[in-house]
């Protein structure tokens, strides 16, 4: 599979909706705690194997160089292209073709999402297409996909039916878009419609939200988010508590027994500064085994037991449904960490979960997060190599030193 190593960012726009911040400060440079935001997107790119960055400027585009230089501190290879403010951003791209690889990444500078380049590269081979763009759930979208995976509809009026997506940047393109330009002086939107209308777009979903910096009340949700956070999310039966024999549930607070060596190295986690997210399939609500008021009464006095010990649960998300349900909450499927780091504010990908079942390394896999396995290592022989966990360990205890970096 070939991954791209050559990035370019859009980062020329004049930030309207942010001023007066962006009266200064070209919108890239806006400070999100004490960073430039630019610097996130920069960090994570070369986290993702990215070695050369191309900065396509335009608005105050000399304060990006003056900061980033040539990105050696970032251990990036930056380049600049500054245009004219008026320079919509189709040209900008057309002006720095010379330097392009074959195949690329294209990002915008205000977005920040959580993208695996690698899934996005297979993506981007599997499909073959000429561009493969990351999108999110949305009910008043511009776009529509096809049941392939192949973008059908890319509507920048947002008056077309059935729109469901909008789209995140984090595209791979191929230099055989320039192919699809008429006049340079274009919006990419444009070429994306053009290259649509020809078939030649993909698209991968990205469950995670989306964080931006294009108006001030979502700078500042970024900025919360984008802080370093201790959370550690961590699965319940069998792990926090014993559990019940196969095909039963924990029905009851007299069931709920505690495993010692894990609570233990919940509180020494603790007191390292982390607070835990519980997120546990309970099938048996939806099998009628035990009612969901039960198992509300079992989280709320655990929750109060472990928060005696002084070991911080900010939530418990449960799964009610059936696995016959298909749906996306049940792990293997992500849809619940989702839910937990936009609602805690939190990075799934400087984050782990802690299970025991082999479907909580692939959940953590699909949500984008490091996995700790409580068991032993021939339990996991069916996983693919990237659904691997970052550590195997006997207890909760053993991982606090991999947890805790001084
Ligand atoms: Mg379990
Ligand atoms: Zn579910």
């Known amino acids: 599979m070939f991954v791209p190593e050559q990035a370019a960012i859009l980062c020329g726009g004049r930030g309207t909706r942010l001023r007066p911040i962006t009266d200064r400060l070209p919108k890239p440079m806006v400070p999100v705690n004490g960073v430039p935001f630019l610097e996130y997107l920069l960090v994570q790119l070369r986290g993702n194997g990215i070695r ?11 304060q990006i160089q003056e900061y980033f230089g040539d990105g050696n501190s970032l251990q990036l290879r930056l380049r600049y292209s500054h245009g004219p403010v008026e320079w919509d951003t189709g040209r900008r791209l057309y002006e720095i073709k010379p330097w392009l690889s074959d195949c690329f990444m294209l990002l915008y500078a205000d977005n920040f999402a959580q993208v695996s380049l690698k ?27 096809a049941g392939d995976g192949a973008v059908e509809v890319y509507d920048k ?10 789209e995140l940047g984090y595209m791979i393109a191929s230099k055989k878009i320039f192919e699809y330009y008429g006049e340079i002086d274009v919006s ?9 209308s020809a ?8 469950g995670d939200a989306y964080h931006s910096v294009s108006d001030p009340d979502r700078l500042k949700l970024t900025e919360e988010y984008l802080k370093p ?27 709920f027994s505690f495993l010692r060596e894990n609570v233990r190295g919940m509180k020494k986690l603790s007191e390292a500064g982390y607070s835990f997210i519980v997120i546990s399939n309970q099938a048996g609500i939806a099998r009628r085994m035990v009612t969901k008021d039960a198992v509300d009464a079992i989280h709320q006095r655990m929750r109060q037991t472990l928060e005696g010990e002084g070991i911080p649960v900010l939530d418990v998300y449960v799964c009610p449904h059936h696995w016959k349900e298909n749906c996306l909450c049940r792990k293997p499927q992500p849809g619940l960490f989702f839910q937990a780091s936009r609602e805690w504010l ?37 996983l693919s190599p990237e659904e691997q966990p970052q550590w195997v360990v006997n207890n909760l205890e053993d991982a606090v030193p991999y947890l805790v970096k001084p």
């Not at 025991?356 to 996991?380: F, H, M, N, T």
Request: net charge positive.
């Open 199 to 206: 078939k030649l777009v993909a698209a991968m979903i990205v």
């Open 188 to 196: 990419f939107s444009d070429i994306i419609a053009k290259l649509v």
């Open 229 to 255: 956070k201790k959370i550690l999310m961590i699965d319940r039966d069998g792990v926090i508590n014993r559990k019940a024999p196969r095909g039963e549930y924990i029905a009851s607070w007299n069931e």
């Open 346 to 382: 939190f990075r799934l990908d400087k984050a782990y979960f802690v299970g025991d079942d082999p479907r909580d390394c692939q959940a953590a896999y699909r949500a984008g997060c490091g996995c700790v396995y409580i068991g032993s290592k021939d339990e996991l022989k069916d």
């Open 119 to 145: 899934k996005l590269a297979r993506l981007h081979e599997e499909q073959g297409k000429l561009l493969t763009f990351t999108v999110q759930p949305k009910s008043s979208g511009n776009i529509r996909l």
């Open 157 to 166: 009026t947002r008056s077309a039916e059935n729109l469901g997506f909008v």
């Open 52 to 62: 050369e960055v191309i900065l396509m400027t335009g608005y105050l585009g000399q």
